[in-house]
């Protein structure tokens, strides 16, 4: 069965430090894999998105991912932080099926230090 | 394009009472989802339309729980004699069905979040 494990809940991060975090899939096939950030009371937007090609993708805000078959990961990272990006951050897979349904993880709550 | 909406935002309900979410897709979008959200968890499936067609239900979608979409564009979520654990945020998303074997991204509204009292 699919699943997704997000294996830190909550990430505290100064501001300007770099920023990486962590995705492990199960999947028994290729799987599309995403990234989406969530504000409190809010939706989620996406950030980024790998389908197949370039490994390594670019998503807005300046963040990317890369996706690595042989460690079942897509870890999410960002060079620079801003006070902005506090915020939980969801990965999801989705599986190559009809309903093209999305499993995610159960997030990472990410705290920004001044 | 302006995104997906939902209405309400909140809905506050006694235990026993019956609610109803509105969701409206984005246009040309033919596919609609559901998921819930609990707190602390990330997004769980819940339905899936494809047009007016409901392709598939969740095991988490009790017979309590009913979804429509009529004419293929807007969507509703009901909830008949709720509960205490219907507690959640309810989401929508919806995509746009691409050329076959073609991946779609889902984009998602505001949510609805309910609080059974």
């Known amino acids: 069965a699919q699943s997704v494990t997000q294996p830190d809940i909550h990430i505290t991060v100064s501001e300007g430090a770099s920023l990486e975090l962590r995705c492990n899939y199960s999947?028994?096939?290729?799987?599309?894999l995403f990234w989406y950030v969530q504000s409190p009371g809010q939706g989620l937007q996406l950030l980024l998105k790998?389908?197949?090609?370039?490994?390594l993708v670019q998503g807005i805000k300046g963040f990317e991912a890369e996706f690595k078959r042989s460690q079942s990961s897509f870890n999410l990272r960002k060079p620079s932080v801003h006070w902005s990006d506090a915020a939980e951050y969801f990965c999801?897979?989705?599986?190559?099926?009809?309903?093209?349904?999305?499993?995610f993880g159960q997030g990472t709550t990410l705290q920004v230090k001044p | 394009d302006t995104g997906v909406s939902q209405d309400p935002r909140h809905k506050i309900t006694k235990r026993g009472q019956n609610v109803t979410f509105r969701c409206d897709p984005i246009?040309?979008?033919?596919?609609l989802y559901w998921y819930r959200q609990t707190l602390g968890q990330g997004p769980e499936f819940l339905t899936y339309?494809?047009?007016?067609?409901?392709?598939?239900k969740s095991r988490l979608l009790s017979d309590r729980f009913s979804a429509e979409r009529p004419k293929g564009s807007f969507s509703t979520l009901e909830i008949q004699r709720t509960e205490q654990g219907d507690s959640a945020m309810y989401l929508c998303?919806?995509?746009?069905?691409?050329?076959?074997?073609?991946?779609?991204?889902?984009?998602f509204g505001p949510g609805t979040r309910l609080l059974v009292l």
């Open positions: 790998y389908f197949s090609g370039d490994t």
């Open positions: 999801a897979v989705g599986a190559w099926s009809n309903t093209g349904k999305l499993i």
């Open positions: 246009s040309e979008h033919n596919r």
């Open positions: 339309f494809q047009n007016e067609a409901q392709l598939e």
């Open positions: 999947y028994g096939a290729t799987p599309y």
């Open positions: 998303a919806s995509s746009k069905e691409g050329l076959a074997g073609a991946k779609e991204t889902q984009y």
